[in-house]
């Protein structure tokens, strides 16, 4: 969702508690945007981001991207040519589990994007990753068409839109 009525994650669990599952608070915020929501599409990546530029690549349609890396602190999976893409392909956000890099030219993209951290080492590009397939971390497990909603409060995820 990339207009700027994205509901509270707070308004959300204390809203529909049965509904919502909680990330645990392992995020930062790197996007130039803080809240966003959309529909879940799914990558599992080693430590290759191949399969990130070429979904970034293509339409977005307000989805927000979740990048599972393992959690790997030692490379960067996404970063400053990513977030122009994905931004200019209509991506609402990208949540990585792992970490990013170009920490300036992402707060400049008028998208969402979260991850553990930052690092300045790029990862490998040998075109490794699955697409589409349900990946855990942070106390959850999301699948792709589920819709996620973040702000700075956290993250919050459900099997469809809410509100």
């Not at 981001?49 to 996404?78: C, I, Q």
């Not at 990585?96 to 790029?122: F, M």
Request: glycine share 14%; net charge negative.
């Amino acid at each position: 969702m990339t207009d700027t009525k994205v509901p509270a994650t707070t308004d959300l669990s204390d809203d529909f508690p049965a509904l919502v599952r909680h990330a645990a608070s392992i995020f930062r915020d790197y996007g130039g945007r803080i809240a966003f929501c959309g529909p879940v599409a799914t990558l599992k990546v080693p430590d290759d981001n191949s399969k990130v530029r070429e979904t970034v690549e293509s339409p977005g349609e307000g989805r927000v991207l979740v990048v599972d890396g393992g959690g790997a602190m030692t490379y960067a999976l996404f970063g400053g040519n990513l977030g122009k893409l994905a931004e200019q392909n209509g991506w609402a956000g990208v949540v990585v589990h792992g970490c990013v890099r170009d920490t300036a030219e992402l707060s400049a993209c008028a998208i969402g994007i979260k991850a553990l951290a930052a690092h300045p080492k790029r990862s490998d590009k040998r075109g490794l990753g699955e697409k589409d397939v349900e990946v855990s971390f942070a106390g959850i497990t999301l699948k792709p068409g589920e819709w996620l909603y973040a702000d700075a409060d956290g993250i919050v995820v459900s099997a469809g839109k809410l509100g």
